[in-house]
């Protein structure tokens, strides 16, 4: 069994800049609601925002703490173009998506790094606290709470998960889940529109993701920007490596404590599709690596063939440990 839940929820400090126009409190919103329109106010969100360019300055730490800085860059011309680079160490993506045809292309240099995956994932909502409360039934409402001091609305705790708005302008404040917190702080107006100028994860209080930055509003982008560079196809999302090839044929259900995070792993398969091999590369709590090392080691890929013959292989697998 792993240890007994540790205290998750850092001191916040939340200053809210939005206009005074949209101050207005309603007690007890549907939770499908609230997360609606929190999503709505959100810069990018619809295509009545403005063009702008987003910057952030990032701090990924991983499991043994060390630093890895680097930038994350979101321009949007709204109902045309998006262009979104993230730098992280040797980590270069970039990913232009064409609003009218419908259109993504996609480029990277290297393996992504986990906490870049973990940013990804919860920077518009937290999706795995979204999806319980969401999905549930009854409908679950959000309601104002006193938390360390501090107006909140919130959904009352679902085994120990809940997520809490700015019961004022209505955006998201923070998510609790389990071991893990995920903070939006410091919204910046842009238009009809915000972004937090400060985003952070946390696990059991210790800081593993920071991005710390601003938005301007952009009257003309630079020449090219979202134009594709030619002879350099899509090549997919970075944490199925491009595409997917292997695909899992059985697995073995492992028992979770209430914990959550995220894992990235490497492993070596044989021939008949059975997992020889497991290296961690990261994680998010260390509490979670030997579950999720004791359900890889049970994974059955559909063999590989090669030149008609099975064949060995290996791959990186982006696990979330959720209960």
């Keep these: 069994m792993l240890t007994a839940m540790r205290s ?19 007690a007890n919103r549907p939770f499908t609601a609230a997360i609606t329109r929190a999503r709505s106010l959100e810069a990018g969100a619809t295509a ?16 043994k703490g060390k630093l890895t800085t680097g930038t994350w860059d979101i321009w949007r ?15 270069h993506y970039s990913h232009i998506e064409d609003l009218t045809l419908k259109t993504n292309w996609r480029h990277f240099n290297t393996l992504m790094p986990l906490k870049v995956f973990d940013l990804r994932q919860n920077y518009a909502q937290p999706d795995f606290a979204v999806m319980r409360f969401g999905t549930a039934t009854p409908e679950h409402y959000v309601r104002f709470q006193q938390i360390q001091g501090s107006p ?11 997520v809490c708005f700015d019961p004022l302008a209505h955006v998201l404040a923070f998510a609790q889940m389990f ?15 915000s972004i937090p100028r400060r985003f952070r994860i946390y696990d059991a209080g210790r800081v593993m993701i920071e991005a710390a930055g601003h938005a301007e509003v952009v ?41 959550y995070g995220n894992v990235l792993a490497h492993v070596e398969v044989d021939p008949q599709g059975k997992v020889k091999k497991v290296d961690m590369i990261d994680a998010d ?5 030997h579950d999720s090392e004791q359900y890889l080691k049970h994974l059955t890929f559909a063999p590989q063939l090669r030149d008609g013959v099975s064949a060995p292989f290996d791959q990186y697998i982006y696990l979330r440990y959720a209960q």
């Design 219 to 259: 009257r003309t982008f630079p020449p090219g920007l979202f134009s594709i560079p030619p002879g350099q196809p899509d090549m997919g999302e970075p944490e199925e490596d491009g595409s997917s090839p292997h695909k899992v044929i059985d697995r073995k259900p492992v028992h979770l404590d209430p914990l």
């Design 77 to 91: 011309d709204p109902q045309h173009y998006i262009r979104a680079d993230i730098v992280a160490g040797d980590f």
């Design 285 to 289: 709590d260390d509490d979670i690596i």
């Design 179 to 193: 071991n893990q917190t995920v903070t939006w702080e410091d919204w910046q107006p842009l238009g009809s529109h």
């Design 8 to 26: 998750v929820l850092p001191t916040l400090f939340l200053t809210l800049l939005l206009p005074a126009g949209r101050a207005q409190v309603i």
């Design 48 to 63: 009545t925002d403005i063009p702008h360019h987003v910057h952030y300055d990032l701090k990924l730490y991983n499991h």
């Design 152 to 162: 909140f609305d919130c959904t009352s705790e679902l085994v120990q998960v809940r």
